[in-house]
Structure formats: C-alpha cells, structure tokens
C-alpha cells in the first residue's frame, strides 16, 4: 500500500491522511479537493469526550492544536413555549468548522502529504489503476459512490424537513434547541456555539409548515454556487428575533435544503473505499457529521497497519465501523423523526417536553439524565406526579399530573406540576427575565430535589386508573401464547404462567390469545373460551392466581382469521399453515404464505356470527373473573386482516374505504361492549403499520384508534406487522414505541407501548416522555417472570407500585454480588475534584454579570447582563469555575478545562 489517492479534503479525507503518512512515512498519499485552500463551509463542528479521548490518543499534536481553541461546556437548554429548562452534564466541546480544516491542513503539510486544492480528482477508474489504494472522501454527494454504485448499492433517504445552516454571532452559553409555534407550525433551531465570537444556528421545519410560512417563494430563486437565500435569511432573523437578543444571522452558501440519510450496502470495491460523509451521514441533530468522519479515519488508518492485505484491512474497516455507524443512524433516525413531528409534543408541558426532547433518540434515557443531572429529572419526575412518596402525589395514588386515565386525559400530563415541583418556576425565555426562567439546581423536587433526598417514584411505579381499574404501576404482561393447551382448555402450564407473572410485580397481565371458536384458534394448541367447560377452567385458573394477589387479570380474545390453522409457532415466532388443518375465513382469499390453502371469504352472515362469538367469550371472560378484556385486532387476525387494506380487497360493505374495512372491528367491539361491565376496561390491540408497501399509513392507524375509542376501547396496545408475511421490518430497541407515540397524541386515549422494550431505563423514560401511559414487556418477563418486582429493587424503590408477595419478602432485596464484601482501599491522596454539572461557555470577552445565585447563567435569550456585557470592551475576564457562584456551576473557557468527564453521545 505504497499509492494511496484520497478524493476529498473534507475534515474525513484530511485526518485519514495525516494518520495513514504518520503510521507509515514511506507512503506516497496525495489528496484531490476541487475547492480552495481556504474556501469552506460550514460553521462550527461538534464533539463529544469520547471522540476527542480518541483523537487525543491518535495524534497528540493534532489534539493539541484543536485543544486551544475549543468551546466547552456541559449545559442543554430547551426552550419552549416561552420558558428555558436547562439539563447538565453532558460533555460538549466544539470548534469552528474552517480551524479544523486548518488544523488538519497544516498537519498533512507536516508530515509531507501532497494536497491539491483547486484540483478536481481524476476519474476513479484512473485513479485505482495508478494507486494501491483510494479513499473517497468526498462528501455527501459522492460522485465517486455514483460511478460505483452497483457495487457501493447506495441508498439515499430524502427527508421530510427542511433546514438552513447558519451561524450567528450570538454566542450560546449552551447547546440550545428552540421549539416554536407559529400560525404555519412549529419551527425548531438546534444552536451551539463554537468560539467566543459565534454559534451555529440551525432553522428547521416541516415541509408543510415551510410552505405555509412563505419560505418556497424566495428558496425558489436560482442561487450559484456559494451563494446564500438572503430573503429566507432575514426572515428567519425577524422571526427568531426574541433568541437573537439583536444579534445577526450570518450566511455561508446557505439555503434550504433536506437532509438525506446516505446509507451504502458496502463500503468498498476492490481498492476503492468510502469514508464519512460518502459512506453514510447522520441527521445533524445528534451531532455526528464530522465526528463519525474523523472515526472513519482513524480506523481506516489503524485498520490498514493492522491487516497484512489490502482486502483485508478494508473488511476489517468496514466490520468495525458499520455496526457503530449504524447505531448512530438508528439514534439519529429517531431524532430526526422526532423533529419531523415535533408538532405532536408541542401540547406538553415544558418539564416533560424538554425531558422527551433529550430523549428522543432512546440513547439518552432516564437513568442516564439522572445520572448527568438529577435535578432536571426530579423536577420532570415531579411534573408528571411523581413526588416523594407519601406527599400530595406521591406513589401512594395521588399521581397528580401522572394520572393519565380515562380518554381525553393524557396529554394533561405535566399540567399539574407545579404544585407538586416545589421551587420550579417557569419564566418567559424572551421577556430578558433570565432569574425565573429555568429550573435550576436544587430549586426543583420536593424535599430539596437534586437526587440528595428521598428518591421520588420511578414513572414506571406510578398508579394509574383504566376505566374503574386502578393499576398499581405502569407495566403490564402483554398476551405470550404458551400453545400448551389441549381442546381449548387453559393448560397447568398457562396457569403457572399467569401465576408467575402476578407474583412478578406487574400491575396488569395478560392471558395468551384465547380463541372465541374452535375455527378462530391459531393452532390447535391455543385455548378459547367458548365451552362452558373452557369457562370453568379460566374461572378455575383465575381463582387459584387470585389467592397469590389481586393484580387485575386480562384475557385476550381473538379470531385468528386466515392465520387460524396454523402450526405451533417457531423460532421466528410466526406459525405456518397446517398441512390437514381446518378451514380458514378471512376479508379476502389471501393466504398467509403464497404456497398456503386460502382461507374462505366471509359472507356477511358469517362476520354477524363472529361478533356474537366474541360477546359470547366476553360475557363468559366477565363470570370466569376477568378484570380487563383484550380483544386482538392486531397481527394479521381475522379483524386485522378486514382493517389492512393489504389483506382486504373486498368490495361490498366490509371492502373499500376505512370507514369500510373499520365496519367489523366497529361490529365487534359493539357486540362485546353490550356484554361486559362498563367499568372494566377494553383494551384493544392494533398494528399501526404493516411494513410493507401499499399498508395501513400512519393517518389510518389514528383514524382506526379514534374509531375504537369512541366505541369504546379504553385503551389502544399499539403494535405493528405480522399482517403479511412479506414485511420487512426495523426492529431495534423501542421500535414500536412511535406508534404508541403517535396513537396517543392524535386520539388523546391511553396507548401501551409494546416491543423490544426491556429495560426499566427504557419503561421509565417511555413513560415520562409521555409517549404511552404504559409498558408492556413479553419476552422479557418471560426471562425474567419477576422482572418488575427486580426492577423496583434495583432502583431502590419500596413503595405501594412494587408489592412482593409476602412470603418473598426477606428476597425483596438485590443479593449482593461477586466481590461485594471486599473493601476497597484508599488510594487517592487528594480528593478528585468533583465534575460541575453545569458548564456553561462563557468565553473571555462576554463575561456571566448575573448574581450568584440566579442558576444556569443566560438560558433565557434576552438575559440582559448576559448581553450588555457581551462585546462590552474591556470587561474583566470572570474566573474560570465562578468559585463564588452557586454549586455545581462552573464556566468553561479556552484557557480552563475543569472536570474534563467522559460522557458518551452529543447532543443526544
Ligand atoms: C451546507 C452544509 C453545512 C454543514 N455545516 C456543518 C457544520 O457547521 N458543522 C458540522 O458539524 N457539520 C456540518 N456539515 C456536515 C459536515 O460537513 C459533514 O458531516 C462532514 O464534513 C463530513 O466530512 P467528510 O470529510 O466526509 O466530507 P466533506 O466535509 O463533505 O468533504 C468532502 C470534500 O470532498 C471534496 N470533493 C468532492 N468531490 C470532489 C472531487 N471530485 N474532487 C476533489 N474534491 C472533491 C469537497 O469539495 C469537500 O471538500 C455541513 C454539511 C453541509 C452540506
Ligand atoms: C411466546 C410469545 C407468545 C406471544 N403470544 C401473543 C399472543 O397470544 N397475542 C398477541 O397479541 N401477541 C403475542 N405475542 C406478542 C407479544 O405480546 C409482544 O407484542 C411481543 O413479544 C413484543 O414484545 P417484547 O419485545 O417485549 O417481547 C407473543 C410473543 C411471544 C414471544
């Protein structure tokens, strides 16, 4: 590998030649840009510890000379609806965008790489004939990845929002995310600063709030390159005015644009590899652009001493980066669609809104913001009713704002919290009042707040009431098919299995799908309920659960449909056709599998029997004892597969429109409504999405919720697929979760969120963001049957959510583990110096003039210290660390780095 040709002088191209000539001096490697030396965009690049800890250990000198000129600080502040909340300890450091570039430059100088600027790169064929080895690095727009696609398979995912990337010369102590609402929707700003004269300054917006806005008209114009959208410029400058504190927004060749997720099937084809911004990209509101570039880099380099053969080194390469690439695109997917519907959340109160911002791309959860800033937690736990136990709503039932029952409820989440948030004050980010416009430290939870008091109750632990139900906390045990039954009868083991699961802390659990006829059974193995013999032993079964305690009991019922005659599922959880099964009914004669039987269509006559199957399994569900029905209106089931219209092509009255396809669901859930108690709840389960071209869009899925829950349904239990076999589905933790999301904002009932949620980090922070009121975990309490009560316990949570069996009660304690009765030595002379959580970028020239105790400095735009000492000259430089400010704040500047913490994953 003596010919290395690098196409591209982006930050990606310039740190992998800088490191590949240092590893190996003797290297010929030479770089194309067709840009000048100094020609840039862009504005400030963002990193977190963990990059720069790699960075540091690479190349000393490079680290070294970014060092100097850092922005540093450890603050996210959000503001919204007129108030600023403020989270710490997160770990940022940024720099202007052109000094990387120079940086890297005059590093590649150093070490003798032969940069060519002006210089477009010859084609790619000509250049991997004449080298060992190129590396394309040559941005988003690849030219190198079009001429190599069949082999790169690149995809490229044009999204829904548009943004501009400016800078201002306003300088952010804070990574700063603005929501507003205007009358053409909401618009968003993701800002940090990058030096102590400018902060980068993204607009972004939905496309239909862009339009509305005006904003096509002047994007519109022909602009050459490098020329800005000045018109769009000023009007964001006047609409965003109140941040802007009378700084300008400055432009760099920008204009509207979408951002486009790059995602190539491989990186590399023969001597050619991709690298950064080539090989994939990132939404830019987790700020990994540049970063993820600069980790190509190094570990093309790294990969490339390591290996003995070329072929080698690029797989090694490509293994160790796509799976860390993709976790990054999976996180920032989630954000980015987060953004793209920001106008679901914009009802929140701001505690929970600032909390479902930061964890929006399920990276950052709730332990992981306790732990960077308990107080921001406390008063979000404290917002959403989660006071101490045994205050006004506590854990004890109180759950003032938490309590998220009954319809129409549930985005009234936070409104009660300041009653029960104790010194939280909500203030006007633009009034200039910046004293009372954030939660600060310490002035947030009951009894001091700050995680230094008693814990307040986890979301997940907080009761909640469905219909006239109470439910002792938030997760539930979804419906898991055992398949032991025999002749429609529960079996012992479905007993145990529901026996298991009351003693496991749970606050609602599910049977299994339990069929309504001998023909709506999904395999033969499957339990119904409709024999007075089935009806006894549910009533048997329910009775022997209640005596080990009173958690309420739901059932599942269900017609199977076209996936009734079915083989006990398999490892990839889905049945296939019995080869001497029964016959089948569905919406239209459609087989699961293309080789399967096809089920019959079902007359009219036949659908009226079906509903009054199902009233007659409820009626007997209600005398067997049953707290709260399930009806499964999800997964390809026979009622399912008259909603999707990929499984219905029918067209009398049952075909056709929603309003058609919703007509059996609506059929069903009326027969079954006239039947059981109205106090007890329905819950209804629907797969919101199919996965697969032509399904059930996102507007149905909310048309069919609100349908069902004006005929009744109590709560939605949102999952997703399983309608066809053809699906492809993302599956990745939480995947399902928007659903629930979405469900529940656009119908305001109760929503579970189901699906690869496994963690009670990951319930907790479900909850809390008020994406569903709860949490249903299968496979995992299947692990684990005692999943929530180890939950509790590992919390460190007692209270009334977490009751363990009495006999338990000496288990109820986490056992101490391996080497837990070592004791560990004092080996520190001094004391480590505690890390403040809150860091703010208070560069030399705009010193903090606000009083000490007036918390995080300057979150509230408008802060008028804070700007009639910005660009005040002469002002005296304040110390680093502000030691007679309050605890835990501390200012960041060039020159002063204290607790350099290491913390993974910025902006979120
Ligand atoms: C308008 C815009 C503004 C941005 N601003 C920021 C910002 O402020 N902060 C931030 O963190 N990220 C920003 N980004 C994202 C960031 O630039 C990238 O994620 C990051 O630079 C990726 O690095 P890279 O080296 O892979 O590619 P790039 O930085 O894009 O570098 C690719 C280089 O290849 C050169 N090139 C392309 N084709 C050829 C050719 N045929 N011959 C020779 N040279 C060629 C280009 O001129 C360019 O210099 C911005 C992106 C855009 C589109
Ligand atoms: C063994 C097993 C049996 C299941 N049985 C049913 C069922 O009877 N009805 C149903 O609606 N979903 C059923 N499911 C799906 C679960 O209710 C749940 O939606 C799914 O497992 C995703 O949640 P998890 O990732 O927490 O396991 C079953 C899942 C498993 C693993």
């Given at each position: 590998m003596q010919r290395v040709a690098v196409i591209g002088a982006g930050p990606g191209g310039l740190y992998f030649a800088a490191l590949a000539k240092k590893l190996a001096p003797h290297r010929e490697i030479t770089v194309w840009e067709r840009d000048a030396r100094d020609d840039a965009f862009g504005f400030g690049v963002v990193f977190s510890d963990e990059t720069l800890d790699g960075i540091a250990q690479a190349d000393p000198p490079v680290f070294a000379a970014l060092s100097a000129e850092f922005a540093r600080w450890s603050d996210i502040d959000v503001r919204y609806a007129g108030q600023v909340r403020t989270c710490g300890g997160h770990g940022f450091a940024a720099l202007d965008r052109n000094r990387l570039r120079a940086v890297l430059q005059q590093r590649c100088a150093e070490l003798g790489v032969d940069v060519r600027y002006r210089t477009p790169a010859p084609p790619v064929a000509r250049l991997a004939a004449d080298h060992d080895l190129v590396v394309a690095a040559d941005g988003v727009r690849s030219a190198t990845r079009a001429a190599l696609a069949e082999a790169f398979r690149p995809e490229l995912d044009e999204r829904h929002c548009r943004y501009i990337w400016l800078a201002t010369d306003k300088v952010f102590e804070a990574f700063t995310f603005i929501v507003e609402q205007y009358d053409f929707g909401a618009l968003q700003v993701h800002a940090y600063p990058y030096s102590d004269r400018r902060s980068t300054f993204i607009v972004e917006m939905a496309e239909e709030a862009w339009r509305k806005a005006g904003f096509e008209e002047p994007a519109g114009r022909d602009l050459g390159r490098g020329q800005s959208d000045l018109?769009?410029?000023?009007?964001?400058?006047?609409?965003?005015?109140?941040?802007?504190?009378?700084?300008?927004?400055?432009?760099?060749?920008?204009?509207?644009?979408?951002?486009?997720?790059?995602?190539?099937?491989s990186w590399h084809h023969r001597n050619v590899v991709l690298l950064g911004d080539a090989a994939h990209t990132a939404h830019f509101s987790i700020g990994s652009g540049t970063k993820l570039a600069l980790e190509d880099a190094l570990a093309l380099a790294a990969a490339l001493q390591e290996s003995p053969s070329l072929e080698g080194a690029l797989a090694a390469y490509e293994a160790e980066r796509r799976p860390v690439v993709e976790s990054a695109q999976r996180a920032a997917q989630a954000s980015l669609e987060w953004f793209e519907t920001v106008g679901r959340h914009t009802g929140q109160g701001v505690e929970q809104f600032a909390f479902n911002l930061l964890t929006r791309s399920r990276?950052?959860?709730?332990?992981?913001?306790?732990?960077?800033?308990?107080?921001?937690?406390?008063?979000?736990?404290?917002?959403?009713?989660?006071?101490?136990?045994?205050?006004?709503?506590?854990?004890?039932?109180?759950?003032?704002?938490?309590?998220?029952?009954?319809?129409?409820?549930?985005?009234?989440?936070?409104?009660?919290?300041?009653?029960?948030?104790?010194?939280?004050?909500?203030?006007?980010?633009?009034?200039?009042?910046?004293?009372?416009?954030?939660?600060?430290?310490?002035?947030?939870?009951?009894?001091?707040?700050?995680?230094?008091?008693?814990?307040?109750?986890p979301p997940m632990f907080r009761p909640l009431r469905l219909g006239r139900l109470g439910l002792r906390n938030r997760i539930v045990v979804p419906p898991l098919a055992t398949f032991t039954a025999v002749d429609g009868l529960p079996s012992g083991f479905d007993r145990a299995q529901l026996a298991a699961h009351v003693l496991g802390g749970a606050g609602l659990v599910f049977t299994g799908m339990t069929a309504v006829s001998a023909q709506g059974r999904a395999t033969e193995r499957c339990p119904g309920l409709w024999t007075d013999a089935q009806e006894a032993a549910w009533?048997?079964?329910?009775?022997?659960?209640?005596?080990?305690?009173?958690?309420?009991?739901?059932?599942?019922?269900?017609?199977?449909?076209?996936?009734?005659?079915?083989?006990?599922?398999?490892?990839?959880?889905?049945?296939?056709?019995?080869?001497?099964?029964?016959?089948?009914?569905?919406?239209?004669?459609?087989?699961?599998?293309?080789?399967?039987?096809?089920?019959?269509?079902?007359?009219?006559?036949?659908?009226?029997g079906v509903a009054a199957d199902f009233a007659a399994?409820?009626?007997?569900?209600?005398?067997?004892?049953?707290?709260?029905?399930?009806?499964?209106?999800?997964?390809?089931?026979?009622?399912?597969?008259?909603?999707?219209?990929?499984?219905?092509?029918?067209t009398d009255r049952y075909g056709g429109p929603l309003e058609h396809r919703l007509r059996l669901a609506l059929e069903v859930l009326a027969a079954v409504r006239a039947v059981w108690p109205a106090g007890k709840p329905v819950v209804v389960r629907v797969s919101a999405?199919?996965?697969?071209?032509?399904?059930?869009?996102?507007?149905?899925?909310?048309?069919?919720?609100?349908?069902?829950?004006?005929?009744?349904?109590d709560a939605l239990d949102v999952s997703t697929g399983e309608v066809v076999a053809h699906q492809e589905v993302p599956y990745g933790r939480g995947y399902q979760v928007p659903f629930a999301d979405l469900i529940r904002h656009a119908t305001g009932i109760p929503t579970i969120a189901v699906g690869a949620i496994s963690g009670h980090d990951d319930a907790n922070s479900v909850l809390l963001a008020g994406r569903a009121d709860l949490v249903a975990v299968g496979r995992a309490q299947l692990?684990?049957?005692?999943?929530?009560?180890?939950?509790?316990?590992?919390?460190?949570?007692?209270?009334?959510?977490?009751?363990?069996?009495?006999?338990?009660?000496?288990?109820?304690?986490?056992?101490?583990?391996?080497?837990?009765?070592?004791?560990?030595?004092?080996?520190?002379?001094?004391?480590?110096?505690?890390?403040?959580?809150?860091?703010?970028?208070?560069?030399?020239?705009?010193?903090?003039?606000?009083?000490?105790?007036?918390?995080?400095?300057?979150?509230?735009?408008?802060?008028?210290g804070s700007r009639a000492a910005a660009g005040r000259p002469g002002a005296d430089p304040p110390d680093a660390g502000r030691p007679d400010g309050p605890p835990g704040r501390a200012a960041h500047r060039p020159d002063g780095q204290p607790g350099h913490k290491p913390t993974e994953a910025v902006p979120n």
């Open positions: 018109p769009s410029v000023r009007r964001c400058e006047q609409l965003l005015a109140p941040h802007l504190d009378g700084h300008r927004l400055i432009p760099n060749a920008s204009r509207w644009i979408r951002f486009t997720t790059v995602r190539n099937a990276r950052v959860t709730y332990g992981n913001l306790r732990a960077r800033d308990a107080a921001f937690v406390d008063a979000v736990d404290a917002a959403y009713g989660g006071a101490v136990e045994g205050e006004p709503g506590g854990g004890s039932g109180g759950c003032a704002g938490g309590e998220a029952a009954g319809r129409g409820s549930t985005s009234g989440d936070a409104t009660s919290g300041d009653a029960a948030c104790g010194g939280t004050t909500s203030g006007d980010a633009t009034s200039g009042d910046a004293t009372a416009a954030r939660t600060g430290p310490g002035g947030t939870a009951p009894d001091g707040g700050g995680g230094g008091g008693r814990a307040a109750v009533r048997s079964v329910v009775r022997a659960v209640r005596e080990l305690g009173d958690t309420p009991l739901g059932i599942q019922l269900t017609h199977a449909g076209r996936r009734a005659s079915s083989t006990v599922p398999g490892p990839d959880g889905i049945g296939r056709a019995l080869a001497d099964g029964w016959p089948t009914l569905a919406a239209s004669p459609l087989p699961w599998e293309a080789a399967g039987p096809p089920p019959r269509p079902a007359a009219p006559a036949e659908l009226a399994a409820a009626a007997r569900a209600d005398r067997a004892g049953f707290d709260v029905l399930g009806l499964q209106f999800g997964h390809g089931h026979l009622v399912s597969g008259f909603l999707s219209p990929l499984t219905n092509h029918r999405a199919d996965w697969a071209p032509g399904g059930t869009t996102e507007a149905e899925a909310v048309a069919i919720c609100r349908a069902l829950a004006d005929a009744g349904a692990y684990d049957p005692l999943w929530t009560l180890h939950a509790a316990a590992e919390q460190g949570y007692t209270g009334p959510g977490a009751r363990w069996p009495q006999p338990w009660q000496p288990g109820s304690r986490r056992p101490p583990g391996p080497g837990a009765d070592r004791v560990a030595p004092r080996l520190r002379l001094l004391p480590e110096a505690a890390v403040p959580v809150h860091r703010r970028w208070l560069p030399p020239h705009r010193p903090d003039t606000r009083p000490p105790d007036a918390g995080p400095p300057d979150a509230g735009s408008g802060a008028a």
